[in-house]
């Protein structure tokens, strides 16, 4: 059973990077899709980016794309999130998701098709 833990999260300045990191166990992550979404308070889960582990294919939502970046560690079994130029409205919860697949290219950003969730991290952004 894939389990996911997330970490990275913490307080930034507007401007600054930030790395989140998704550490998966229970199961390599070659036929899984994972994505980054977080939440705000008071605002539904946002998709952010998506992966897919048996080709690499990657999709990013249009509020991050240029400034965050999904890769994977297949050694690690992990995941992670390169976000740039952060911003105040980037301060959320952030969390990793999975889901087996065994297409390529299937990477939705959608929450409903993730059936395995990490319990998110914390980013601030303020100055």
Do not use: H
């Not at 990793?96 to 601030?124: H, K, M």
């Amino acid at each position: 059973q894939l389990q996911l833990v997330e970490s990275g999260g913490g307080f930034v300045q507007p401007g600054e990077s930030l790395r989140l990191s998704c550490a998966a166990s229970g199961a390599t992550l070659d036929y899984y899709a994972t994505a980054w979404f977080r939440q705000a308070p008071g605002k539904e889960r946002e998709a952010l980016a998506s992966l897919n582990g048996a080709d690499g294919f990657r999709m990013y939502a249009d509020s991050v794309k240029g400034r965050f970046t999904i890769s994977r560690d297949s050694a690690k079994r992990t995941v992670y999130l390169d976000m740039g130029s952060l911003k105040p409205e980037d301060t959320a919860v952030y969390y990793c998701a999975a889901r087996q697949s065994f297409n390529d290219r299937w990477t939705p950003l959608v929450a409903d098709e993730y059936n395995i969730w990490g319990q998110g991290t914390q980013v601030a952004v303020s100055s």
